[in-house]
Structures are given as structure tokens and as C-alpha cells.
């Protein structure tokens, strides 16, 4: 039954005496005690107070009932009613009517403050505030409010209510943020990104939720002290100028003062109240406030996650915690094995004379931290190609022990596999190596790396004149096949930081400087992703399914290689398979353009993908979302020639031989340059783009550019039965972690992508970022070089240093810890229930 509507009266209004961070008095003191009595019982307090029968003990069922279950909602407004008010009543009502889908609550709807001061305030599991703003309450009812918080009750605030209390800093708290401006304005179209997947209040609304409403901006951007569960993406609608940017929460919850405080800055229309994904999300709301369901409205709270170094900086000359860090992975019993590539400790010397035998020889090592002992030992040494230090092109290199995995029975055989460059391998004459991935096998008695059981599964060469880009990634599905990443092994000069296409120069046969002759090729191992399936003898077999078989024929002779799931990548170091799906999630970096060039192409883009099945991604002839770059050859690579066809690319370099006519080029998930996320471009008849800079229009608002080194992360799978005291909450499950080496304000997210657009290049429909959980800067992990979540469901990260090409006492193995407890209600606190019943909720 609704109230008839009591109005204060206009002096009440400005009078409050008690102001930000005052606390409740005696009078607060004695109402708590009243207050959790009635709301903690399973039967309402309103049939006590009103001498009626107790209704017996509800249980819930399909649909969840709430009979004992009553709300209240305030409409009270300092000055003229929105015209909100009477459509939200009407909505909450409909929700606790008697529909097949209603909660069947009793709701009681006043503009009487008086009731914050009353006994009768105890009856109510959750009040809605539907008040368009203004100081509405007197102290002793904003008292009155706090004590039933503190004594577990719930708060449904919705839009206009961010602007009551304007005084009081508890009740800032209580909402969560204030608006930045006095009003909101006239309503707008635009997506709502819907980032929460388990929530009641969001799990089954759209991941992209188109609706018109009244947008606020806020004063201070809640997210980090608040649970976040969805967004309004700004690019969709036209924002104020000082709105929040890509971050801008509209719907939030969290554990406030004893009670459950759920805010939506959506409802700002009569129209929203209509809307079926609306009313949805009111009564998953409403499902949690009044303690029908629980929910985890802790999980994004930055205050929540601890991180904490692991391993001590190494002892004077030694490497007896970390070598040059490189790659991590988790051992099914907790165990992390991480590798070092190859560097020196600083300021030892380095071989770069070609004349000396030892020249580049470089020490791979293989450390274990065990969460048994909390202690980290070294395990393994290997000899490498890979310490020539910084410089040049043609001084530095990156090859050495650059990936490790863990076979999927390493428990009972205790297989290693790496990825890595031999020193004994290498031709001093010709500037050639062997990269090779060898299975080891970790000696149980000794705890060491039994090097006499390497198994050679796959070699193939690689120059060392020049450097870069080994890649090195490796990662397993669920059919145990093995994924191996390798880099375009190209040098980033010579082409003026574009596509790396350049025929020339060469050394002794040898281009070092034309991609087209690694990953453009399909008879090359190098800028690929291979998946093969490891047998036991130590052989492989290639799985049904790659890009190539190996026996295609063109221009009378067989030009490909059957390993290769993916070409077209230019140094994944990298990648992670999901092993619910199978999808496989790769990052690679780009070239050195700081800007795009009309004449040549695209600027650097550092890329993501998701990726569903066997393709070409584009590189070295196109980037992005199939921006193509230019072709050059031959006799004047300096002179640009035409456009290259993503939809049809040829291969004409003078070093390819494999395939001319390579498969069509995939769209990529992410990608981005020193100006921003996704950059795109008007683009002519021909579907060339522009490349002019301003003419960009930037897709993915919330990445930002620099330095630029992406480090691809996993996707996390929460496990329910676990009881670790360190894993990630559900809210995190299937977020893909996409990351940057450097700190700032470059990518550490995590994205939700669409799966009916994921693999074919559809952008991330949700972004949200780490930095508060992932320290960065001074302190934190400010070079990101590997992350991946271990069996505890806690995150382990891998620091680099400082500098290149070696190691210092920064560098470091993290790991990144949960401690917000469990959802709420707690399950005896469940109305109408023994404490088991969770309908409505996913777990």
C-alpha cells in the first residue's frame, strides 16, 4: 500500500547541525539494537510492531518468494517530486507483486522522513531512495538510517538519490560518489558495457545494453573503493565536457557499515522504469538487499588484494633467485617454475666479437618457487646464445631460453618443455643459430634439471646478425596439443618503423630486415604460432586443424610447413590458451612509426588477439583491423609501391619461399599506437584508409600508447570447490588479462569480448582496469614480463627490472592475493531460509 504523501516542510530544509563525518548518539545506540533484532529474524518485524500472527518460515523456491520480505521506498524531495517517482514506486511494486517472475514482497512507498526515527524503520529489509535530492533528513533520521545499517539492512539507492544528503560524508559513502554538476542532462542513447557476469542485479542483462537515460558524471570516480558491475561507455553518446572518460561507473554496490548498499545512477527517466532489462536489474538489486540472494560486491575493491614480492634480490654475482626474467608457468600443486633468458648481472662483461668462440654465450636459468617452503631455488642452467648486452640492431640480441610449459602429466613424469637457443649451435661464419624445443625431464630425486634427458622435438634456424624478436610463448589446450609462439626474427630497422619488408640489406645470402621472408612465409617456423601434439617418445604429430598440411603444392613444389596454426605475427613472447573454450589469446608487438603515414601505412600497433581457429593475422602486410601497409622490393626499396590486399595478399619478396598467395588476413581483437586504442581511418574505394592523423578516430578509448610492449595475460577460471585463501572471486571468470611490460598508463585490464564476434576481430565489449590490484610504479611491478594465475587462483607475476639485457634487485617474482571474504549475506543470514538456499544466484 502506498503512503499518502506527507510533505516537510520547505524550513526543515539546510537545518542539519551535524555534519560531514558526524556519528549517531545515544538514540542511534538504542535503536541498533532494536533495528537487528527485526531485521535479522526470519520473520518481519512489521508483524511484531503491528501485534499480527508470525508467518511461518519461507523457503525459497522457483520463483524465489519473499513473503516475509518488506521494502520501503522514500520518495521525499527537498524541492519539486521528479517525475520519477510514482513509475519507480510502480516498478519496485511489480517487482514484489504476485507475477511469475516477482519476488512477492510487501512495499511500502512515503515522502515521510519521520520514519528514520522509528521503531517501524526495523520492519523494512531494504529501503529505496527514489528522492531527487536535497538535505531530506534531520540528524536524528540520518541516525536513525546508520543504525539500520549497521544492523544489516539494505540500501537501494537510485539516480537523483547521489544528490541527497548533500552535508553528510556518511551518506556519500552510503551512495558511493556525488555528481560532478547540479543536473543531469536531457536524456541520451548509449551503451551500457555490463561488466559484471554474476551479479543478480547484471548476469543476465546484454553485454552491450543499449538504453536512453540521464547520464550523471561524478564529482570523484568511484571505482577502486566501490564494486563496479556496469559502465556507460562515453563514445557512444555525446558526454560533457568534463565527463568521466572511458572509466564511468552507472551501477555499483558494496559492503557498507554493517549492511548492503547497491546504487544505480541509471532510472534518471519515467521511460527507464518500463524497460524490462531495467526492472531486471532493479530486482537483482532488490534480490540482494533484502538478503533473497547473495552476491559478491567486494570483488573490484582495490583494498581487497594484497601484493607481495616473493623472492629477494640475488646475492652478490649469484643468480640463486632469479636470472633475467623471461616466463612463468604453475605447477598443479602450487609449485611456479620461471625462467631467465640469458642476460648478464650488470656490468659484467659481454662477448660481441664474432671471432670468439664464446660470443653471445649466455646463461638460461630455471628457477622453482615452492609455497611450501616460501623459498625459491635454482634448478637448472642452460648454455645459450643470448647475452651480446644493449646497442644496435646488430649488437643486442634476444634469443636465449625464451619459453617454458609444463607437461600436463608433470606430476607423474616430470617433463619440462623449453623453447630456446643453443649456444653450441651457433655458425659463427654465417650468423646462424638453432631454435629448438626440447623436452627435459626434473629429476625427483634430485629436484634438478636432468640435462642429459633432453628431447629434441623441433629445430629449426634462425639468424643471429641482427636482432629481434624470438617470441618464445608456449601454452596448452585441452586435447594436449602443444602451442609454441616464435618471433618474426627481423631486425626493427630499415623500413623507418613500418612494415618490416625491407629486401635489403643481407648478409651472406641471409635477409635480416624482410619479414615477408619469416612470418609472410608459409615455409618458415619464425613469426608463427605452431601447435603440434607431443607424443611420448619425444616426437610430435600435427593435429587436424592447423593452417597449412604441409603437402600444399604451388609453382611445382611443396611450400609450406604443416606446423603452423598462425602466421602473420611478429614477436608474440606471449600467449595462453583457455582451456574451457580452447580459444587461444596471443599479443605481439609492433614496429617503431610513431605516427601513421600516408605513404607507408599504419604507426606501431601493438596487438591482441583472441583467436578460434587456424589464420593469417596479417604481418608484415597488414595491421589492426586490415590496415594495410605498402609494398616495396627490389631494385629500389626505397621507392613505395602499391597497397597490399588484406583480403588477398600476395608475397613477392625475393626471400620468400613459400606461397605467394597467402590466406586472407584476420582482424585482430586489440591494437594500439602512441596515440591510443584501435586507431581507424576513413578509407577510399580501394578500403584504403587515410593514415591521417587527424582524421584517427580512436575505438578502444581506455588503452593508452608510449613505449609500447604488450604482454599478453591468461584468462581467469574461478574454481568453486577450491578453498584457497588466495583465489580471485567468480566476478573475474573468463576476463581476459591484457597487459603492457611498461607501467603507466598503458594496458593492465581485464576485457570481456563477445563470443560471437571473438576470433573474427570484434572489439573487447568491456574493459576494466588493474592498476589499483597490479601495483605499478615505484613500488610495484613496473616491467611487466609474464602473468599467469596458479592453482590457488592467485595471480603470479613476473617483474624484468630495470634496464635491458640483464637483471638487477628489481627484478622479481610477485604474486597477487584476494582477502575480501565471502559473499553477503552470509548464508544463515538468508531471509526465509535454513541458511542452503541460493536460488537465483550463480555460485
Not at 603515414?597 to 588477439?609: E, H, I, L, R
Request: with cysteine.
Amino acid at each position: 500500500m502506498r503512503h499518502a504523501p506527507h510533505r516537510l516542510p520547505s524550513a526543515r530544509r539546510g537545518t542539519s547541525t551535524l555534519h560531514p563525518g558526524r556519528r549517531r548518539g545515544l538514540f542511534a545506540a538504542l535503536v541498533a539494537g532494536a533495528v537487528t533484532a527485526t531485521l535479522l529474524s526470519g520473520t518481519p518485524a512489521a508483524a511484531r510492531l503491528d501485534q499480527a500472527p508470525s508467518a511461518p518460515e519461507l523457503r525459497l523456491k522457483s520463483p524465489p518468494g519473499g513473503q516475509n520480505v518488506r521494502v520501503l521506498v522514500f520518495h521525499a524531495s527537498a524541492g519539486e517530486e521528479p517525475p520519477t517517482v510514482d513509475a519507480g514506486i510502480e516498478a519496485v511494486e511489480r517487482i514484489g507483486g504476485t507475477g511469475p517472475s516477482a519476488l512477492r514482497f510487501k512495499v511500502d512507498a512515503t515522502d515521510d522522513a519521520s520514519v528514520f526515527t522509528s521503531r517501524k524503520l526495523g520492519r523494512y529489509n531494504a529501503v529505496v531512495f527514489l528522492t531527487g535530492g536535497g538535505d531530506v533528513l534531520d540528524p536524528e533520521q540520518e541516525a536513525g538510517l546508520e543504525s539500520y545499517m549497521e544492523a544489516g539492512g539494505g540500501f537501494l539507492g537510485i539516480h537523483g538519490a547521489a544528490r541527497a544528503e548533500p552535508y553528510s560524508s556518511w551518506f556519500t559513502g552510503l551512495v558511493g560518489a556525488r555528481p560532478a554538476t547540479g543536473d543531469t542532462e536531457a536524456a541520451r542513447r548509449a551503451v551500457v558495457e555490463v561488466g559484471d557476469r554474476v551479479h543478480p542485479a547484471t548476469k543476465g542483462l546484454p553485454l552491450e545494453w543499449k538504453r536512453s537515460d540521464r547520464w550523471i558524471d561524478w564529482e570523484t570516480n568511484p571505482s577502486g573503493k566501490v564494486h563496479t558491475v556496469a559502465r556507460v561507455r562515453e563514445n557512444s553518446y555525446k558526454p560533457a565536457a568534463d565527463a568521466d572518460g572511458w572509466d564511468h561507473p552507472v551501477s555499483w554496490c558494496r559492503d557498507y557499515d554493517g549492511g548492503r548498499s547497491f546504487y544505480t545512477a541509471m532510472g534518471g527517466t519515467a521511460a527507464s522504469f518500463q524497460e524490462a532489462d531495467f526492472r531486471a536489474h532493479l530486482r537483482g538489486a532488490l534480490m540482494w538487499t533484502t538478503r533473497l540472494a547473495r552476491a559478491d560486491c567486494k570483488a573490484t575493491i582495490d583494498a581487497h588484494y594484497k601484493a607481495e614480492r616473493l623472492t629477494r634480490p640475488n646475492q652478490p654475482g649469484l643468480t640463486d633467485q632469479i636470472g633475467e626474467p623471461h616466463g612463468l608457468v604453475t605447477a598443479p600443486d602450487g609449485r611456479v617454475f620461471y625462467i631467465g633468458r640469458g642476460g648478464g648481472t650488470p656490468g659484467a662483461p659481454v662477448k660481441t666479437d664474432w671471432n670468439d668462440p664464446g660470443i653471445g654465450k649466455g646463461r638460461g636459468t630455471v628457477h622453482v618457487w615452492d609455497p611450501r617452503t616460501e623459498k625459491a631455488t635454482l634448478v637448472g642452467t642452460l648454455d645459450v646464445f643470448g647475452n651480446k648486452g644493449g646497442g644496435g640492431e646488430l649488437t643486442k640480441n634476444e634469443e636465449g631460453l625464451v619459453g617454458i610449459e609444463l607437461d600436463p602429466d608433470f606430476l607423474d613424469n616430470g617433463w619440462i618443455y623449453l623453447h630456446w637457443t643453443p649456444h653450441s649451435e651457433i655458425d659463427r661464419d654465417t650468423h646462424m643459430a638453432e631454435r629448438r624445443v626440447s623436452r627435459f625431464t626434473l629429476d625427483p630425486g634430485t629436484g634438478r634439471l636432468d640435462l642429459s634427458s633432453e628431447k629434441v622435438l623441433l629445430e629449426w634456424p634462425v639468424q643471429i646478425h641482427s636482432c629481434c624478436h624470438a617470441g618464445g610463448g608456449m601454452a596448452w589446450d585441452s586435447k594436449g596439443n602443444l602451442y609454441i609462439a616464435t618471433g618474426d626474427n627481423n631486425s626493427s630497422g630499415f623500413s623507418d618503423g613500418y612494415s618490416g619488408n625491407n629486401p635489403e640489406p643481407v648478409f651472406k645470402g641471409r635477409a635480416f630486415a624482410d619479414a615477408r621472408r619469416t612470418s609472410g612465409n608459409t615455409n618458415n617456423l619464425n613469426g608463427k604460432i605452431l601447435r603440434i601434439h607431443p607424443e611420448d617418445d619425444g616426437t610430435y604429430t600435427i593435429p587436424e586443424g592447423n593452417l597449412f598440411t604441409g603437402r600444399e603444392q604451388d609453382e611445382g613444389g611443396g611450400k609450406t610447413r604443416g606446423e603452423i596454426y598462425v602466421m602473420g605475427v611478429r614477436n608474440p613472447a606471449r600467449i595462453a590458451v583457455d582451456q574451457e573454450t580452447d580459444i587461444l589469446y596471443a599479443g605481439w608487438v609492433g614496429p617503431d612509426a610513431s605516427t601513421p603515414s600516408p605513404v607507408w601505412g599504419p604507426a606501431k600497433y601493438d596487438t591482441f588477439a583472441a583467436i578460434t581457429e587456424a589464420g593469417n593475422h596479417g604481418w608484415p602486410f597488414c595491421m589492426g583491423n586490415k590496415q594495410p601497409y605498402r609494398d616495396r622490393n627490389l631494385p629500389d626499396p626505397g621507392k613505395p609501391l602499391g597497397w597490399y590486399d588484406c583480403d588477398h595478399p600476395k608475397n613477392e619478396s625475393p626471400h620468400n619461399d613459400g606461397l605467394v598467395n597467402l590466406p586472407p588476413v584476420t582482424s585482430n581483437t586489440i591494437w594500439y599506437s602512441p596515440q591510443g586504442g584501435a586507431p581507424d581511418f576513413p578509407r577510399n574505394a580501394d578500403g584504403v584508409p587515410s593514415y591521417r592523423l587527424e582524421e584517427q578516430k580512436l575505438l578502444l578509448p581506455w588503452l593508452k600508447g608510449g613505449g609500447q610492449a604488450t604482454m599478453n595475460g591468461p584468462v581467469y577460471r574461478h574454481d568453486a570447490e577450491s578453498d584457497s585463501a588466495h583465489k580471485w572471486p567468480e566476478y573475474w571468470d573468463g576476463k581476459w588479462f591484457v597487459g603492457d611490460f611498461y607501467d603507466g598508463d598503458q594496458p593492465r585490464h581485464a576485457v570481456l569480448t563477445d563470443p560471437r564476434t571473438a576470433g573474427e576481430g570484434g572489439l573487447p565489449v568491456h574493459a576494466e582496469s588493474l592498476d589499483g590490484i597490479v601495483p605499478v610504479g615505484q613500488g610495484g611491478i613496473r616491467n611487466l614480463m609474464d602473468w599467469r594465475f596458479g592453482p590457488d587462483g592467485a595471480l603470479y607475476a613476473l617483474d624484468y627490472g630495470r634496464g635491458f639485457f640483464n637483471h638487477d634487485d628489481a627484478s622479481a617474482l610477485w604474486r597477487v592475493t584476494y582477502h575480501g571474504g565471502e559473499a553477503t549475506p552470509l548464508p544463515k543470514d538468508l531471509v526465509g531460509t535454513d541458511g542452503n538456499a541460493e536460488q537465483g544466484v550463480k555460485r
